[in-house]
């Protein structure tokens, strides 16, 4: 089946169509173009860089073995990302424990970010109480929450990466937000002792 171009840049349809027909170099930077992002979502599922790069990885390895099947349904990018949310579910299944979810400082304790020094106190407990809010949700509704409201895909995205149609994308999304808006209000703010490093 030939592959679309709809919903595909021009040259990742390109590099997409090399990939399919064995050229590993192709491949090779259409992962590299889109490694940034899967990785800040597996991160996101999974608490941790190491299992983030496990899943990518592994993720990747899959996409490989199953490029030949890659039909152009969906962008590549979305093709990817729907296959590592996979291996991070599968990850997230294995662990015992998430510590870490979110890595708010990314957006809260940018350097470059200088405020009064109040501020930066609040915003790293709220980080703190955000990521332990998220890993209290069940893995379902965690990745409909990180992939909607902190990546800032579609609804009709996180049902591609979910592989779970539209409504039930939707579902998620609004119940995972009103299981995070019921933990946040039912933690109480935490002192600067709590907080996490």
């Not at 990742?12 to 169509?17: F, I, P, S």
Request: glycine content about 8%; aromatic content about 4%.
């Amino acid at each position: 089946m030939p592959l679309r171009d709809v919903d595909l840049a021009d040259d990742d349809l390109e590099l997409a169509v090399a990939a399919r027909n064995g050229d590993e170099a192709a491949f090779s930077e259409l992962v590299r173009r889109h490694t940034p992002r899967l990785l800040r979502v597996a991160e996101l599922i999974l608490g941790d860089r190491a299992s983030a790069e496990d899943a990518v990885q592994d993720g990747v390895t899959q996409g490989w073995r199953g490029i030949a099947k890659f039909r152009g349904d969906a962008a590549f990018g979305t093709w990817m990302h729907r296959i590592v949310v996979r291996c991070a579910l599968h990850g997230l299944r294995d662990q015992h424990r998430i510590e870490r979810l979110v890595e708010a400082e990314r957006r809260f304790m940018d350097p470059a970010y200088t405020v009064d020094p109040a501020d930066v106190v609040t915003r790293a407990n709220d980080s703190v109480q955000l990521r332990r809010a998220l890993a209290s949700l069940s893995g379902v509704y965690r990745v409909a929450v990180v992939l909607h409201d902190v990546e800032g895909m579609t609804a009709s995205e996180v049902a591609g990466i979910t592989g779970v149609p539209l409504g039930t994308a939707k579902g998620r999304i609004r119940r995972g937000r009103i299981a995070l808006l019921a933990e946040l209000a039912r933690r109480p703010a935490i002192g600067c002792d709590e907080a996490e490093g």
